[in-house]
């Protein structure tokens, strides 16, 4: 049995430091917005290399209340990825502006920079790339795009925590970073979670705001807000992870380069590393063209495997008034392909080779 993700070996092996913050919280039994929100903001703040970090309480709310601080609504265009998490279109829905999905690019399955600029129009006020997988987006190229016409970036970062590019974090380049802290994200808590990086002071106090009921000072209501916060018991631990971040990260690059090495020559395709900055590989994902061969032969040995993504956005019922018609090739070619194999930083090599070797023998 090899599962997709493996979170009961990790908490062991960190249940002695884990089990002492949750224990301080109850002792303490400050639940919300209490000192461990406020030092995992600060800590995640300076770890990221953003000025300011707002935690909340999930990695859509992140980019919910992203849209709202920067002021994104009704009429307003956001341009994005159709290959990723519906979070993020369903957020652009939650703000009353339109998602415009354009096509990815086919080596690293991150938005096409020349698809973003072929698709701006008057009204295209923002662009959300999506750090898929672990790897970043071409942000050098987005932003200078994205500088010359006045639009607002927003990474979603739901998947790429510690990732980076062109020697900056994922989450500090665009004005807004969303990040998710669910279970199984590379830094993940012990139930629902999110945060944002802001570049700006005014933008880091509309996210406190926003997540708090409209209000910076108790009973004054400034404007219509959420209750989205992270709690304090989630803070407390995800302070733990944190500390072990890197090394987390490196054991699942370490599991990648394995399975790269393993499934050379096996017919796959195997996942590309553009080169230009730290991929974190929260997914491992290769292409086949016998995927359902494959799928099979894993599961009878009872190794998880997923398709991330198997319905791309543009092809989604909840879209399906704006996209009918629309045709996007390199997503679509890329979703009939696309399989997802175990990885978390735990995985020894003696299950990384029994994946390869289902694989092999399966396509062999
Ligand atoms: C997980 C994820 C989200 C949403 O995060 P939640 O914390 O589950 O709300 C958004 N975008 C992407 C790309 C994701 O993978």
Not at 258 to 263: F, K
């Amino acid at each position: 049995m090899i599962p997709m993700v493996d979170l009961k070996t990790q908490y062991h092996a960190l249940k002695q430091e884990i089990d002492a913050a949750v224990l301080e919280v109850l002792e303490n039994t400050q639940f919300i917005l209490g000192p461990n929100v406020n030092a995992l903001e600060r800590e995640t703040a300076e770890y990221l290399g953003s000025p300011h970090a707002v935690s909340c309480a999930s990695g859509t709310d992140a980019l919910h209340l992203a849209l709202r601080a920067a002021g994104i609504g009704p009429g307003d265009e956001v341009i994005t990825t159709p290959f990723t998490f519906i979070a993020t279109a369903e957020a652009i829905r939650y703000v009353g502006a339109t998602p415009v999905f354009v096509d990815i690019d086919p080596s690293t399955f991150n938005i096409d920079v020349d698809a973003i600029e072929a698709a701006i129009t008057p009204r295209t006020r923002c662009v959300m790339p999506v750090h898929l997988f672990g790897q970043p987006a071409d942000m050098q190229a987005i932003m200078t795009l994205c500088e010359a016409h006045g639009i607002v970036v927003i990474e979603d970062c739901a998947q790429s925590f510690g990732a980076s590019v062109d020697g900056r974090m994922t989450g500090s380049i665009g004005a807004y970073g969303c990040f998710s802290f669910f279970p199984s994200k590379n830094l993940g808590g012990y139930g629902d979670g999110g945060l944002i990086t802001a570049t700006t002071e005014e933008a880091a106090n509309a996210l406190r705001c926003l997540r708090n009921h409209g209000s910076h000072v108790r009973y004054h209501h400034d404007i219509i807000g959420y209750n989205s916060r992270l709690d304090e018991i989630q803070a407390a631990i995800l302070r733990v992870k944190l500390r072990h971040i890197d090394r987390f990260n490196n054991e699942r690059r370490r599991v990648a380069h394995r399975y790269n090495e393993l499934l050379a020559g096996s017919g796959v395709v195997t996942p590309h590393e553009d080169g230009k900055g730290v991929h974190v590989f929260h997914q491992y994902t290769l292409l086949t063209e016998r995927r359902e061969q494959v799928m099979q032969a894993l599961q009878k040995e009872g190794i998880g495997c997923a398709i991330y993504y198997p319905i791309p956005l543009h092809r989604q019922k909840a879209f399906a008034d704006v996209f009918a018609d629309v045709k996007l090739p390199v997503t679509e070619d890329v979703t009939a392909r696309c399989l997802s194999l175990p990885i978390y930083p735990e995985m020894s090599d003696t299950q990384i080779v029994s994946v390869t070797d289902v694989i092999r023998t399966a396509l062999g």
